[in-house]
């Protein structure tokens, strides 16, 4: 791990520096692939490193620089979840039942990576079809670079432990049910899951019915909206504007379960968050959401998503993990029953627009529970991977299932678990970007007020500087 006071430069200076001809793209991923061979072996993070590849692509950005091109990303080292294409390498999954032959071509979202200049340096684990809410697998265990008995969380555990640990200034990730913030929140960065159509999603056989999305992992705002705008093509979204006004914020507290229980220090950092919110001038209400009684829509799609990616590629049941075969089960059981309807979704949609028409964005907390152990979650059964995953981390599925835009940032330190406390913000839909922008903003006055230590250093270290002063109880 990253001495925190030595801590990499952010993706946006690193790709400054290298327009400008203060560094170099082989400078810059040298420096990671340093940091990598130093720090990742006992992080966990990545699947495969391409030290001699990337090198040699880090050569044409440079050329590509010297030539005149003004590359959002240059020279920037990235790393790509190991759930989506990048040429030339196996895409494993998580799983030992994939195949190991390169990848024919880039996702699009790759491929606009590297466009803007980005030098993909490794690829990042993930559970087994990135299934459940811990990364581990055959390949070993991705651990939270904070406090490494804990697990980074899942399914991008490996590219929020990867920033965490200041491997590299951002990555790639993916989220269907929460895989891109419950990792971003088990070890304190900036995570987004945007709404669908901003970013190409085509993952596996339909993207889990259209609930996946790729999104940024990143230590700072700045960073994760630079990212963001490139997997886009969308290069507003880059430079999010501040509120033009005092905005109406609903605190939802209230877990979406009553199989989880909030723990007092992650309610008390959603508070913080609320009050800091206050402090910048815009209206806190207490609200409470119309979670679904029946969890069958969301579930339905998880199990049967998984189905359906093995399926796709051609994957046999007998070969994969025990707990992901009686998921897959699952799903068929939950498909025969009615659980793949449109109808309960819309009725949701409905419900949660009306309880919800008067707020400008939602504040929740990240997570109910600190993530837990690290150790041998893919060894154990299918009930105790569901009753961990649920228990800790139910904030983020009901957004998957009705597509609206949401975020993960730190904000606290839980004292018995020593690891960060992160909230979400979640924002209505809307098909040109404002409701990311406006996440990504309201995100950015948090991280001004309340900011964080970019990179783990020391395990047992705090994340969030001390105020300068109290805020108001």
């Not at 886009?232 to 880059?238: I, T, V």
């Not at 800790?392 to 993960?408: C, F, K, Q």
Request: proline share 9%.
């Amino acid at each position: 791990m990253t001495d925190a006071h030595t801590a990499p430069p952010t993706a946006s200076a690193i790709a400054a520096a290298v327009r400008d001809g203060r560094s170099t793209a082989v400078a810059e991923v040298t420096a990671a692939l340093a940091r990598i061979a130093a720090g990742d072996a006992t992080v966990g993070a990545f699947q495969l490193v391409r030290t001699e590849r990337a090198l040699a692509e880090a050569a044409v950005v440079d050329a590509r620089v010297a030539a005149g091109e003004q590359l959002p990303l240059a020279g920037v080292p990235v790393a790509i979840k190991d759930n989506i294409p990048v040429a030339g390498e196996p895409m494993r999954e998580g799983s030992a039942a994939t195949r190991d032959e390169p990848q024919a071509a880039d996702h699009p979202v790759v491929e606009r990576l590297r466009s803007a200049g980005a030098v993909v340096v490794g690829l990042t684990r993930v559970p087994e079809l990135c299934v459940f809410g811990t990364t581990d697998s055959v390949y070993g265990t991705t651990r939270n670079p904070w406090n490494l008995a804990r697990t980074s969380g899942g399914s991008s555990g490996g590219s929020a432990a990867a920033v965490a640990a200041g491997l590299v200034p951002v990555a790639h990730a993916a989220d269907g049910m929460g895989s891109i913030r419950i990792p971003a929140a088990n070890c304190g960065v900036v995570g987004l899951k945007p709404g669908p159509g901003l970013v190409p999603a085509e993952m596996g056989a339909h993207s889990w019915f259209g609930m996946s999305e790729n999104g940024p992992v990143a230590t700072t705002v700045a960073d994760a909206a630079l990212v963001l705008s490139v997997m886009a093509g969308r290069p507003e979204l880059a430079t999010p504007a501040p509120p033009s006004r005092p905005l109406r914020v609903g605190l939802a507290l209230e877990t979406p379960t009553a199989l989880a229980r909030l723990d007092a220090q992650f309610g008390d950092a959603a508070n913080l968050a609320a009050r800091t919110l206050r402090e910048a001038g815009h209206e806190v209400v207490d609200l409470a959401l119309p979670y679904p009684a029946n969890p069958l829509p969301a579930l339905a799609r998880w199990f049967a998503g998984a189905g359906s990616d093995a399926a796709h590629e051609g994957l046999r049941l007998r070969d994969l993990e025990p707990r992901v075969r009686a998921h897959i089960r699952a799903g068929r059981v939950l498909a025969r029953l009615g659980g793949l309807r449109r109808a309960p979704v819309e009725a949701l949609r409905h419900r949660m627009l009306a309880a919800t028409h008067d707020v400008d964005i939602l504040l929740t907390p990240a997570l109910a529970q600190p993530g837990p152990e690290a150790e041998g979650w893919h060894r154990r059964g299918w009930i105790a991977n569901m009753r961990a995953n649920i228990a800790y981390a139910p904030y983020a599925a009901p957004w998957n299932l009705l597509g609206w835009p949401a975020a993960v940032v730190p904000v606290g330190w839980h004292d018995g678990a020593a690891v960060p406390i992160g909230v979400q913000l979640v924002a209505h839909p809307a098909a040109d970007g404002a409701g990311e922008a406006l996440v990504l903003a309201v995100a950015a006055e948090l991280e001004k007020r309340t900011p964080w230590m970019r990179v783990a250093g020391t395990p047992g270290t705090a994340p969030v500087r001390e105020r300068a002063e109290n805020l108001p109880e």
